[in-house]
């Protein structure tokens, strides 16, 4: 079959309803300040170099993300102390699918369903350390 699309990225669009609480967040999520802020209450981070992925925050009226967004970390349990701390959230305890992933969960304070994971299959964390070099 031909004609089907070749995807080259992706976006996800996170709503807030409190537009400089809502940057305070990601910024902090990211580390970083928007990659792209089109207007005041649109603003997007990349999620990794050379990706494009991005996820974006709208403030507008709130409609949590009805599905998880978890985010692939090298040390989920760094990953946990560092939340709690820096973002103020309470992450679940880590659920593993022995030897291939461990994941925990969190909320943004409008109810979007974030999350952590880390691969368990130690190619695929090598191949993580290795794109971000």
């Known amino acids: 079959m031909s004609g089907e699309p070749s995807y080259g990225g992706m976006t996800v669009q996170l709503y ?9 967040f990601y910024t902090t999520l990211f580390g970083r300040e928007p990659d792209f802020a089109p ?12 990706t494009e992925f991005w996820v974006q925050m709208v403030a507008a009226e709130q409609r949590p993300l009805p599905t998880r967004l978890r985010f692939r970390v090298e040390d989920i349990a760094a990953a946990i102390a560092w939340s709690r701390t820096a973002l103020g959230v ?19 304070p409008w109810g979007n369903r974030l999350g952590f994971y880390q691969d368990l299959d130690t190619s695929s964390n090598e191949a993580m350390r290795s794109a971000g070099s």
């Not at 309470?90 to 943004?108: C, I, K, M, N």
């Open 16 to 24: 807030v309803a409190e537009r400089v609480a809502g940057r305070k």
């Open 39 to 50: 207007e005041e209450d649109f603003l997007e981070w990349r999620v990794a170099d050379g």
């Open 90 to 108: 309470d992450p679940s305890e880590p659920e593993d699918l022995p030897g291939v992933v461990r994941y925990t969960d969190f909320a943004d």
